[in-house]
């Protein structure tokens, strides 16, 4: 509860009450904010973010850190653009692929290891908070994403000075794109990608990513029931609809319930819609009986909430 304090003399400061209230919250809530560096380039569809993704293919850009919020298909994108297959296990039996794809964790020598293998290819790096977590992945990356043309790698160590296989050092062409959810600023490392890298921001609208969603997803029903619900929505992530439509042919007949508290930020909200779908309650007074007792909030409540979802969301039932 927040406290009203007061001055010496007895006065009530209602805006210093309110700071004191606010403080901690902002507080938490500036920590969570990712950062989006000066100098990225914004993107809010599919055709630009293809249209880049093209170029470094081509090889006309050297270094691209693709930034963006989950679940919008970046990684896809790159994979698709760079035609990476989702299933290839990199090991040196596939060396002679075309393109590196490093996704998770990886010891600092296996990355070192696979970039020998794979040098002058393209190299794909999809964790990058994961690897400048890890001082010597750090080592690694800063000469790979140096600004030169032809850069040296090295790795002096008992592990390549007594192995015939794999050099102590080597050079290198190899174009790199870095793929990261949040950008944080937070040591030089991690800086002085700002100056060396095209950064890309990409910021889809849901609706971009329900279209985009259309031109793979095959289940009709959990795609519209989204489609409906979409001004609703406050981030969208391709995830919902795998996870909607695995659900929906498991035989759960709730899904779009659960779905509902998924997607929906606001809980009294979610519960209202839910409610609108539970077929055992046949009457308006039982359903806001139902909200009562799940979120301990007045009729009123209710009645507010559920004008606001007919507003924006679809027919009450709607399948």
Request: charge should be positive; include cysteine; aromatic fraction near 8%.
């Amino acid at each position: 509860m927040c406290r009203v304090f007061r001055h010496r003399r007895g006065a009530v400061s209602k805006s210093h009450s309110r700071r004191k209230c606010t403080t901690r919250s902002d507080m938490r809530a500036r920590t969570r904010t990712p950062i989006r560096p000066k100098e990225a380039i914004r993107l809010a569809t599919y055709s630009q973010l293809d249209l880049y993704l093209t170029k470094f293919a081509a090889g006309e850009l050297g270094l691209v850190l693709l930034l963006g919020r989950h679940g919008t298909g970046k990684s896809e994108s790159v994979k698709r653009t760079l035609r990476v297959s989702t299933n290839e296990a990199w090991s040196r039996e596939n060396a002679q692929a075309d393109v590196l794809h490093v996704e998770g964790h990886i010891k600092p020598f296996g990355l070192y290891v696979s970039l020998w293998e794979h040098r002058n290819r393209p190299i794909v790096l999809d964790d990058l908070d994961r690897l400048y977590a890890d001082a010597d992945c750090v080592r690694l990356l800063k000469p790979l994403c140096n600004s030169e043309p032809v850069r040296r790698i090295s790795w002096l160590t008992n592990l390549t000075l007594h192995n015939e296989d794999i050099p102590f050092s080597f050079s290198t062409t190899s174009r790199v794109i870095l793929i990261a959810n949040e950008w944080r600023t937070v040591n030089p490392n991690v800086r002085a990608l700002e100056d060396r890298a095209i950064i890309l921001h990409f910021e889809p609208s849901n609706a971009e990513v329900h279209r985009q969603v259309a031109t793979w997803f095959r289940d009709d029903e959990v795609y519209a029931f989204i489609g409906r619900i979409l001004p609703c929505i406050k981030s969208l992530s391709m995830r919902h609809y795998w996870k909607a439509s695995q659900l929906r042919r498991a035989g759960f007949t709730d899904w779009r319930k659960s779905l509902l508290e998924m997607v929906l930020p606001d809980t009294q909200l979610a519960c209202v819609a839910a409610i609108q779908l539970e077929s055992a309650l046949h009457s308006e007074s039982e359903r806001v009986q139902r909200f009562v007792q799940v979120t301990g909030c007045s009729r009123a409540t209710y009645f507010r909430r559920k004008k606001k979802w007919a507003a924006t969301g679809p027919p009450y039932g709607a399948e």
